[in-house]
């Protein structure tokens, strides 16, 4: 197996503090994340000390108010910190990704007393966090879930089946979307509840195509009783919550799918300047060159859309069209890019000798979390033709 080529990219920050941050975070990449991610990822194994080092090291609450113990860091840095914790390994990436979207409803939408309780321990205090939306029969149309909340005093009552829940059965809370109500998007609530709840099980992590480190789980809620004090926001608001967080976590998705694809063009660059036919490095054929401009050109492109909607979103403007085009737009790149890295390297290309068979196989997925590319189109078309007449 060979390492990873280095990351390398030149970034443009705000601060001589977010320089640093990033600085640190590409040391942390190089020596915790990137070495042993083939071999980890083959075994299926998930990290969590390197989320714990990372809670540690205060990178698991970046985009979130210091006074809960979040790193008040605009969302334009958050985004290029997941950069490149996905670049060294999407596992990581994606899940710190997910992490941030699971505080979203408490940390935008809690009342005071529950930010004080529950933010610093999610924040900064080694907690990881999981988003439970999609369930078995409701996937792209989330608004049919069925998962129920019925109340019983003071006290909720949650049953049901969640389907294809990151960090499924290894979390310490799970944000959970429930029908309290009529049917469609009005009847549902947000509640946050706890991983060791009574009543909650994990079933065996999906086997899947990439991304085997991170563990995707149906979780069942047989009875699972959480206080009203766990309800986040207003009956019948959380749909709303939802739609909210997955419009900033959209953003976490482009920014990994861009880590994903830069790694891969880092790779094919090394590979094709080290590798010799007819004499010469294949780097100098302009069949590959125009190849890895292509891929170079797509890949700034894509950080320029989503960082470009992510200062949108730091200015409290409105981003949710440009979310979804830089979700849409990064992740078809990093789709494009690490085929093309594949084909730049060949017969090695399609070895787990070289890394750019996973980069391929991790970047399918993330044409379809948090809203399939279809579904970015929707709310695009949306944005531009009004909703849909029926
Ligand atoms: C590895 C992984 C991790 C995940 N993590 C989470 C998580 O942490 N939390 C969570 O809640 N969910 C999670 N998901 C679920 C994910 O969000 C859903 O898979 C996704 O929303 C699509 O739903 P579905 O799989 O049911 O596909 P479906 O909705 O059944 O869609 C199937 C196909 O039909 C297309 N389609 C559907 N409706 C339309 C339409 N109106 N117009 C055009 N095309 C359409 C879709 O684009 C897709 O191509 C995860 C999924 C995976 C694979």
Redesign the pocket.
Known sequence: MTDRAPHVVERRLPTEESRQLVALVRDIAQREISPGAAEEEEAGRFPREVFTLLSDSGLLGLPYDSAYGGGDQPYEVYLQVLEELAAARLTVGLGVS?HS?ACHAVAGYGTKEQRTEHLPAMLGGGLLG?????EPA?????ASLRTKAARDGDDWVITGT???????GVADFYTVLARTGVEGARGITAFLVPGDAEGLEAAAP?K?MG?KG?P?AQLNFDGVRVSDARRIGEEGQGFAIALSALDSGRLGIAACAIGVAQAALNEAVGYAAGRQQFGRPIADFQGLRFMLADMATQIEAGRALYLEAARLRDEDKPFSRQAAMAKLFCTDTAMRVTVDAVQVLGGYGYTLDFPVERLMREAK?LQ????????QR?VIARHLAGPETR
């Open positions: 997910v979207l999981a988003y439970c939306l999609s409701a996937g792209s149309d989330a969640k389907a294809w829940i990151t960090h499924g999906e899947k991304m991170s995707t997925v379809i979390v948090e809203g399939t590319n279809q579904i929707m």
